[in-house]
């Protein structure tokens, strides 16, 4: 269920001025070209950073932190250490305050979090927690799903999507949502949408409606080369309505070798095959 914005969601908690007066007082209207909406409630705030925990001794990883909503709530929460990844100069200030207040626990990194090795700036026991900026969150989270060695850097994933991302990331066989992100996901981790957020939550208010998604690495995967298993998902899915005798065919091999050796009838659609199909095929094709 969504949960609703208290009259009170505003008031700060931590001895720091509430969100609306720092954003006031540093400009820092919301862009739309950053894919920024910024998540004013402090109360929910507080809901995600604690569906990361229990947090202590841990390092957290936020990508597009903004005027520090969340990243308040991580540090007030117990983190070691908070690494935000900010590409928004305008936010830079307010960040610094925070960091002042919690001397040695937040590091500031100003970059693109697409061009950042997140995985060199881990510190032992390491999360990723963030209100991704909606215009990158699809390619950051199939980085992440990618990462070698697997098991990965990170322990765990807490972070929010537009609920139809969401659903497509949760989705198995079948789930009209159901396509190549909820393969990958489902492959590599344990997804779950935890909880949904209203657009009123956020300023601007965005269109749709937010979830908060947890992912969870698997230890041991299904055997399967990455690459090999995106070739077949983009194939299959790239003709979705097609049964994969005809659409595997883009991948340049006779889809029957891919689909004999798999175990699947060539008029099956891709919609059908479970996250095991797809890398019994991938398995079988040719590099």
């Given at each position: 269920?969504?949960?609703p914005?208290?009259?009170?969601?505003?008031?700060?908690?931590?001895?720091?001025?509430p969100?609306?007066?720092?954003?006031?007082?540093?400009?820092?209207?919301?862009?739309?070209?950053?894919?920024?909406?910024?998540?004013l409630?402090?109360?929910l705030?507080?809901?995600?950073?604690r569906a990361?925990?229990?947090?202590?001794?841990?390092?957290v990883?936020e990508?597009?932190?903004?005027?520090?909503?969340?990243?308040r709530?991580?540090?007030?929460?117990?983190?070691?250490?908070?690494?935000?990844?900010?590409?928004?100069?305008?936010?830079?200030?307010?960040?610094?305050e925070?960091?002042a207040?919690y001397?040695?626990?937040?590091e500031i990194?100003?970059?693109?979090a697409?061009?950042?090795?997140?995985?060199?700036?881990?510190?032992?026991?390491?999360?990723?927690?963030?209100?991704l900026?909606?215009?990158?969150?699809?390619?950051?989270l199939?980085g992440w799903?990618?990462?070698?060695?697997?098991?990965?850097?990170y322990?765990?994933?807490?972070?929010?999507?537009?609920?139809?991302?969401?659903?497509?990331?949760?989705?198995?066989?079948?789930?009209?949502a159901?396509?190549?992100?909820g393969?990958?996901?489902?492959?590599?981790?344990?997804?779950?949408?935890?909880?949904?957020?209203?657009?009123?939550?956020?300023t601007?208010?965005?269109?749709?409606?937010?979830?908060?998604?947890?992912?969870?690495p698997?230890?041991?995967?299904?055997?399967?080369?990455?690459?090999?298993?995106?070739?077949?998902t983009?194939?299959?899915?790239?003709?979705?309505?097609?049964?994969?005798r005809?659409?595997?065919?883009?991948?340049?091999?006779?889809?029957?070798?891919?689909?004999?050796?798999?175990?699947?009838?060539?008029t099956?659609r891709?919609e059908e095959i479970?996250?095991?199909?797809?890398?019994?095929?991938?398995?079988?094709?040719?590099?």
């Amino acid at each position: 269920m969504s949960e609703p914005s208290p009259p009170g969601g505003l008031v700060a908690f931590d001895g720091l001025p509430p969100l609306r007066d720092v954003i006031a007082r540093h400009g820092l209207q919301a862009l739309k070209a950053l894919g920024q909406n910024f998540l004013l409630d402090l109360n929910l705030t507080g809901r995600i950073a604690r569906a990361a925990g229990p947090l202590a001794g841990v390092t957290v990883i936020e990508v597009g932190p903004g005027p520090g909503g969340l990243t308040r709530a991580l540090l007030s929460e117990g983190a070691k250490t908070v690494i935000a990844i900010e590409r928004d100069r305008r936010c830079l200030d307010a960040l610094a305050e925070i960091a002042a207040h919690y001397p040695g626990r937040l590091e500031i990194v100003e970059g693109d979090a697409l061009e950042t090795d997140m995985a060199a700036l881990a510190d032992g026991p390491t999360r990723i927690v963030a209100n991704l900026p909606y215009n990158i969150a699809t390619p950051l989270l199939i980085g992440w799903l990618k990462a070698e060695p697997w098991p990965p850097w990170y322990e765990k994933m807490v972070l929010m999507f537009q609920r139809e991302v969401a659903e497509r990331i949760v989705a198995s066989p079948a789930d009209g949502a159901y396509g190549r992100l909820g393969v990958i996901a489902g492959w590599r981790t344990e997804a779950r949408i935890l909880f949904d957020i209203a657009p009123r939550a956020f300023t601007p208010p965005p269109k749709v409606v937010s979830s908060v998604v947890e992912l969870v690495p698997r230890a041991v995967p299904l055997a399967c080369d990455v690459a090999q298993l995106e070739r077949v998902t983009t194939a299959a899915f790239g003709q979705r309505r097609k049964m994969l005798r005809q659409s595997l065919r883009s991948l340049g091999v006779e889809p029957a070798l891919l689909l004999d050796a798999a175990g699947i009838e060539g008029t099956r659609r891709a919609e059908e095959i479970d996250v095991a199909g797809f890398v019994r095929m991938a398995g079988a094709l040719p590099r």
